[in-house]
């Protein structure tokens, strides 16, 4: 098969980022192009073997594992088509965000939004609706324009508002459910400057400020430090300029020595000794002093994380997530857990994908994160609790135990995904045991 490569019979195991899930496939497959991809799709339904299609691994469930034939991403990579008129890229869908924001800087272009990480691949990220913060801006599939998928019957399936838009209406938070993705084109726009700043604020200010700060930014998170009542926020705006970027020694200390190493020390101290962790969540909570810089969007949006970690993340009803937050507050008060990691609140506008977590509502997002190897059962289960009991929608890509039942009555358009799988994948070629729960048959 021209431009694949295959580790053959009896492959070796795949791991996931977190470390979380391993599958181990019969067979691996690179493939280069569509074509590559489509006839390793084919030469997988003879050999009656399921296929799946993997990123960079950084979701926490087992959205891409297998036991047939796992295609990597790292030879589908690379832009296909930059159109300035249109305002649009078309990219390999095994390209890393990093990469594809780094070549539109050079072009003088960038997408909307984004995710803080640049690790993912672009098909990866959406298929698992990764999205940042914004107030209007939504999630980095909410900005697809057009995507082509192999389907499972090793054809090519493009789609677009005007070509195929029922898939289009579903597909762009695939869950890889519907074929392998092979390149993707998002709406960019010229290349445009943010103000952040980041302040530290108590924990009864900024929910009691929630919707003024979301109201009045372009983009609005904070971070809640539990066992204290400290958070930090940051406020992303658009900015006539100058550039005026972080410093390179602050830059380091803030971001790599103090967020990265002495975080991933003192987290290591934690899972060792679980005493240790409100005293260090008290002192680390005050270490990071207000800062302020201006700078292109990707270098803002993003941050890099060097300290492993798990995640649960669900989405609520914009309205109800300073109640839940004070509820989980509240829990790990009252409770012996220990909590190393702060807790992340984003927002989202509503969008009109099927599965989208913001799908047909505002949204605010609760993300929660243990250091990896840490114990995260209890903690996980009493925030889910919190969570679902104000209607939220757990995260693709992250952990979580929501079933078919419950997420069929969480997504008003929840049959309609299942009926276009249905037709395109009547057989679940790409199928594996995370769909099969999420899904159902």
Not at 83 to 94: N, P
Not at 343 to 367: F, H, K, N, Q, W
Request: hydrophobic residues 40%; glycine residues 8%; proline residues 5%.
């Amino acid at each position: 098969m021209t431009g694949i490569l295959t580790g053959g019979t009896g492959s070796r195991a795949w791991r996931n980022w977190a470390g979380t899930v391993t599958a181990r496939p019969s067979r691996q497959v690179s493939p280069a192009s569509a074509d590559a991809v489509a006839a390793a799709v084919r030469r997988a339904a003879e050999d009656g073997l399921r296929v799946k299609a993997v990123g960079t691994g950084h979701s926490f469930t087992a959205t891409a594992a297998t036991d047939g034939v796992l295609i990597r991403p790292e030879r589908l990579v690379g832009i296909r088509k930059l159109d300035r008129a249109a305002g649009t890229v078309t990219v390999a869908a095994g390209t890393p965000l990093g990469r594809l924001n780094a070549a539109l800087a050079r072009a003088g272009l960038s997408l909307t939004n984004m995710g803080d990480i640049m690790e993912q691949t672009v098909s990866g990220a959406t298929a698992t609706g990764t999205h940042g913060t914004g107030r209007d801006s939504a999630s980095i599939a909410a900005q697809i324009r057009a995507l082509e998928l192999v389907t499972a019957d090793g054809s090519l399936l493009r789609c677009s508002p005007g070509e195929n838009p029922d898939v289009f209406a579903v597909a762009r938070v695939g869950l890889g459910a519907l074929g392998v993705v092979t390149s993707v084109t998002f709406a960019v726009e010229p290349l445009f400057l943010l103000t952040a700043r980041e302040e530290p604020m108590s924990f009864d200010r900024v929910t009691a400020e929630f919707d003024q700060h979301v109201a009045e930014n372009e983009h609005f998170e904070f971070y809640w430090f539990p066992h204290t009542d400290n958070c930090n926020t940051k406020r992303n705006n658009r900015s006539a300029g100058p550039a005026a970027p972080l410093g390179r020694v602050r830059g380091w200390i803030d971001d790599e020595f103090l967020s990265n190493g002495v975080f991933q020390v003192a987290c290591s101290l934690g899972r060792a000794v679980p005493a240790t962790v409100p005293p260090l969540a008290r002192v680390s909570s005050r270490a990071l002093s207000a800062r302020t810089y201006t700078d292109i969007p990707y270098k803002v949006f993003t941050t890099p994380r060097r300290v492993r970690f798990v995640e649960m993340e669900y989405a609520l009803p914009r309205e109800a997530v300073v109640e839940a937050l004070r509820e989980v507050k509240a829990m790990v008060e009252r409770s012996p857990l220990r909590v190393s990691f702060p807790v992340e609140v984003r927002t989202a506008p509503a969008d009109d994908i099927a599965l989208s977590t913001a799908s047909g509502r505002e949204s605010a997002y609760v993300a929660v994160h243990l250091f990896r190897g840490t114990p995260h059962h209890a903690y996980f289960t009493a925030v889910e609790r919190v969570m679902t009991a104000h209607g939220g929608r757990p995260h693709w890509g992250k952990i979580h135990t929501r079933d078919a039942a419950y997420l069929s009555a969480a997504y008003p358009r929840f049959g309609e995904f299942t009926a276009l799988r249905d037709r395109l994948d009547p057989d679940r070629l790409f199928g594996n045991d995370y769909l099969r729960r999420v899904l159902g048959d």
